[in-house]
């Protein structure tokens, strides 16, 4: 799962990247996006920080299956493992 969210965290910073380099981006869109990367950071330390160890966490495969949702986006970077497609 780490690898899964270190791919998911280097992409997000690929698109802020790309937002910070557009210049013109609506307003609006602009921080719809930013928002979404944020909210993507937080969801991926999110999982990270859960204690597995403790009973009541539960299975890791419905965390597993958020990461790989949330990857599925980036399917045609060159670093995705088709493996992470639900």
Request: hydrophobic residues 50%; glycine residues 6%.
């Amino acid at each position: 799962m780490d690898e899964l969210a270190a791919f998911i965290l280097a992409r997000v910073e690929d698109d802020l990247e790309v937002l910070a380099g557009v210049g013109v981006v609506p307003a609006l869109v602009g921080e719809r996006l930013l928002v979404e990367c944020e909210v993507k950071r937080r969801l991926v330390g999110h999982v990270q920080s859960i204690d597995w160890a403790y009973e009541p966490a539960g299975d890791q495969d419905y965390m597993q299956t958020v990461l790989e949702l949330l990857a599925l986006p980036w399917a045609a970077h060159p670093t995705y493992n088709p493996d992470w497609a639900t």
